[in-house]
């Protein structure tokens, strides 16, 4: 698959302590195996000039204290919280200047967040998106993705997951309903 790097971002879903680091709030090891893979993708689509953008999921400890029904808390236990180490994008990621750090505050990227205007003013039409957890933060990010327009692009052997069946049944959904999956080795960027 050709992607050409003018119109074309990847999106970097959630690479923190507190989901790839066994030491991490919601750790899980299927998270932690896609950094290598993750980090060989952004330095290949970086070096044919495709832009990056990184996202964080962060809470405040009183994000959810008068939810009426939105509670990842509740769902989860509490994670990522602001200021935390859990919080922090792992550091095998080269965070750049000209890259851009989405802080997202639910599952989706795109909601109350600069990412679309960003990539608008950027004239992006293309996302290729990695990172975890496949089932939650990247389907929903990618899927809110497919609704506005853009091309959803699942890296497949990129996308961390906390079970492989709830990566199978991501990618699939994905793949059925509003974008593309493929392995990253057969991504070129020019």
Known sequence: MHLETETTAVVVVDMQNGFCHSEGSLYAPGSEAVIDPIVELVSRAREAGARIVYTRDVH??????????????????????EG?????????????DDDLVVEKHTYDAFHRTQLEGWLEARGIED???????ANVCVLHTAGSAGLRDYRPILVEDCIGALEDDHREYALEHADWLFGEV??????SFE
Not at 60 to 81: I, S, T
Not at 127 to 133: K, N, P, S, V
């Open 127 to 133: 996302l290729a998106f990695c990172g975890t957890l």
């Open 84 to 96: 935390s180490w859990d919080a922090e994008l792992v550091a095998e990621l080269d965070v750049r």
């Open 182 to 187: 493929t392995a990253h080795e057969a991504l």
């Open 60 to 81: 405040p400890p009183e994000q959810f204290e008068d939810a009426h029904y939105y509670d990842e808390f509740e769902q989860w236990g509490e994670h990522v919280l």
